[in-house]
């Protein structure tokens, strides 16, 4: 099946064709027609699989056979960087046509996204909060709503933005197209869907506990005090590019970065507590490769879409196994290889195992022994009771010991 298929506008297609892409994922196939229809549409799919195309290009495809002006199409997100990631990609898919979308979110001026909406652009992205914020002041701005597309919406729910987007809504159209995109479908999701959405089309690519296929993990058993000479060492292999490592709190994130930065490595932090300025710097600088490597919270890192993470480090093992999904997620995006790194010290092989059962699949161990000062239990139990074969133990010696050592210390 190819893109053709659709009968989308000549003008996204070719730029579907200048961004190199050949062949809808599943989650196009299914959801393009149905959206093409004017549908409203539940659309289950993780990250990495191509939803926002999904929804874009046939959203796009409407409003070009649309002569109204104004913002008709008006995209939820839960952060500030996947408002700005939905708007770049809207960019790339509407180069050759006069369509024009803009970023709505807080932590910047304000003045510009109010000229940006009074210019009449076609598409919005943006955060609730800000949102409020300018339909407080001109409660007219989406009188033409046509689609409204809540995207990540399970983690939307998870930081409470629910009263916020129930507050969006009183200033919505009732008549319109109505996209609800979310990794899991927890009951409150299901009941919000309902409340919202007219008899929607339910389209399930892959699941929540499917990590992308072209993954491989690995667990590190670790004593606490050795785990950043352990990262260091796994930093010194020649693969490691782009490196996302995620720690449990902001306040481990800006300390192990401090300790990077300390030994001469290319390294930025993405937390909540940064400015939003601080934030997008840090995003473009591992995104374009100034840096090898970025220190994130998971909620600052939730969706990214970058192309550059040949690595995911788990510093701390997620409290969740949603939480390593997420994480790991980030690399080997769109069908792309990809290493997940989980250093597990005694206290968190629990979380290990939990992750372990929720994915049905034992996670290979490889155990550098010089990094633990007591033995870590190794035995994690899948979902069927399958204790870890011991050919999954790999012992390892790191060849440039000396030196990382004396670095990490
Ligand atoms: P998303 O799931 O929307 O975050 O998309 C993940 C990545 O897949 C993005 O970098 C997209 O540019 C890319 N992508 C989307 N659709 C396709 C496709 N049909 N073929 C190849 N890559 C794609």
Redesign the pocket.
């Known amino acids: 099946m190819s893109f053709d298929t659709f009968g989308l506008h000549p003008n996204l297609l070719k730029a579907v064709r200048g ?1 190199g ?5 599943p989650v ?1 196939k299914a959801a393009i027609p149905a959206i093409l229809e004017g549908r409203d549409l539940i659309g289950c799919a993780q ?7 999904a929804y874009l290009l046939p959203v796009l495809h409407r409003l070009l056979h649309d002569a109204r002006r104004g913002p008709r199409v008006l995209i939820v997100l839960p952060t500030r960087e996947l408002a700005a990631q939905v708007d770049a ?1 809207c960019r790339e898919l509407t180069a050759h046509t006069p369509l024009r979308g803009a970023a709505i979110y807080g932590g910047v001026a304000f003045t510009p996204q109010l000229h940006a909406l009074r210019a009449h652009v076609d598409i919005v992205a943006a955060t609730p909060g800000r949102l409020l914020d300018h339909l407080t002041r001109q409660p007219a701005w989406f009188t033409r709503l046509q689609t409204l597309v809540l995207d990540e919406a399970d983690r939307m729910l998870d930081m409470g933005f629910l009263p916020d987007l129930r507050r969006v809504l009183t200033y919505l159209p009732e008549q319109r197209q109505t996209l609800l995109l979310s990794a899991t479908l927890p009951p409150a999701i299901v009941a919000l869907a309902e409340e919202m959405l007219h008899t929607p089309l339910t389209v399930a690519v892959g699941s929540q506990t499917t990590p992308p296929a072209g993954l491989a993990h690995t667990v590190f058993p670790v004593s606490p005090s050795h785990k950043t000479a352990l990262l260091l060492a796994l930093l010194g292999r020649p693969a490691m590019v782009g490196v996302l490592v995620f720690t449990r709190t902001k306040h481990r994130a800006e300390r192990l970065t401090e300790t990077l930065r300390g030994v001469g490595l290319r390294v930025t932090c993405l937390h909540g507590d940064r400015t939003q300025h601080q934030r997008l710097q840090a995003l473009e600088g591992f995104r374009r490769g100034k840096y090898q490597i970025m220190v994130a919270t998971d909620i600052a890192a939730r969706g990214l ?1 970058i ?1 550059r993470v040949s690595h995911v480090v788990n510093y701390d093992v997620p409290g969740c196994p949603e939480d390593y999904v997420h994480r790991v997620g980030r690399t080997a ?2 069908g792309a290889e990809g290493e997940a790194l989980t250093l597990m010290t005694a206290a968190e092989t629990t979380q290990v195992r939990g992750i372990e059962r929720w994915l049905g699949q034992i996670l290979p161990l490889e155990v550098w022994p010089e990094y633990i000062d007591a033995p870590v239990a190794a035995t994690p139990v899948a979902s069927g009771g399958v204790r870890r074969a011991t050919s999954t133990v790999r012992h390892f010696r790191p060849r440039r010991r000396a030196t990382i050592r004396r670095a990490g210390r």
């Not at 990250?47 to 195309?53: E, F, I, L, P, Q």
């Open positions: 961004l892409y050949t062949d809808p994922t196009q990250t990495g699989t191509g939803k926002t195309a990609h879409d192309e995006r769109a």
